[in-house]
């Protein structure tokens, strides 16, 4: 079965380290997405890549960093530079490169917590 | 600035009633909607998009209204059940280009037995 598979489902972050969240989907989507989602809020853009080797800051990109070396995988690095990391990370993917109206499908979340 | 409204309080139904949950938005023109389920602890599932130019769309036992005079959604689950219970987010897209949603904060649902 076609997914997006997100790991770990939960990470825990010392003081001053950067943890790495992995992405990967098989769903031959171009696009992808990082969402953080914390309490009583919705989904905030991260960062998102329309194809390989490229990709856009959203509207909270301060403190993590991406990479898309693969159309498979986007993985989000954390650093230490966020100050307040400990949130619901999710990953998403679509049909993209300018066509619009396409659902997106999530992955199942990293939960990430400062120790 | 744009805004995407939805109850933040939870809806509580009797189970097989009709629940109506809304999604107002605000200093937007969106060439379409969508509303996702997420459950806790897992990530949003799509379940129906509606075009601007659509005024209703049916699945099964959702309906999704669509009101751009009033700047309004509406998602209806019908004969609802405790396994309809979730959170519920709509997702909004602007006309012109952008293919990268905005969501709401969702509402959540309660459907009791």
């Known amino acids: 079965d076609g997914g997006i598979t997100q790991s770990p489902k939960y990470l825990f972050r010392k003081e001053g380290q950067n943890v790495t969240l992995s992405c990967e989907q098989n769903l031959n989507h171009d696009a992808m997405y990082w969402y953080r989602q914390d309490p009583g809020q919705g989904l905030r853009l991260i960062y998102y890549?329309?194809?390989?080797?490229?990709?856009q800051k959203g509207d909270i990109a301060e403190g993590y960093s991406v990479s898309r070396e693969k159309k498979e995988s986007f993985p989000l690095t954390v650093t230490s530079a966020q100050k307040n990391p400990t949130a619901f990370y999710l990953c998403?993917?679509?049909?993209?490169?300018?066509?619009?109206?396409?659902?997106?499908?999530f992955g199942d979340g990293t939960r990430l917590s400062i120790l | 600035s744009q805004k995407i409204e939805q109850n933040s309080e939870a809806l509580n139904i009797q189970e097989g009633k009709t629940a109506t949950l809304t999604c107002n938005y605000t200093?937007?023109?969106?060439?379409?909607l969508q509303w996702y389920r997420q459950d806790p602890g897992r990530g949003p599932v799509f379940l129906l998009l509606i075009r601007e130019n659509e005024k209703e769309k049916r699945k099964e036992r959702l309906k999704v209204t669509f009101d751009t005079t009033l700047k309004q959604s509406l998602f209806h689950i019908t004969a609802s059940q405790p396994a309809d219970s979730a959170t519920y987010l709509c997702?909004?897209?602007?006309?012109?280009?952008?293919?990268?949603?905005?969501f709401g904060r969702g509402t959540s649902l309660i459907v009791h037995p």
């Open positions: 890549s329309q194809i390989v080797n490229d990709f």
């Open positions: 997702a909004l897209d602007a006309a012109g280009g952008s293919y990268i949603p905005t």
């Open positions: 200093n937007y023109s969106p060439a379409y």
């Open positions: 998403a993917s679509s049909y993209g490169q300018g066509i619009s109206n396409q659902p997106q499908h």
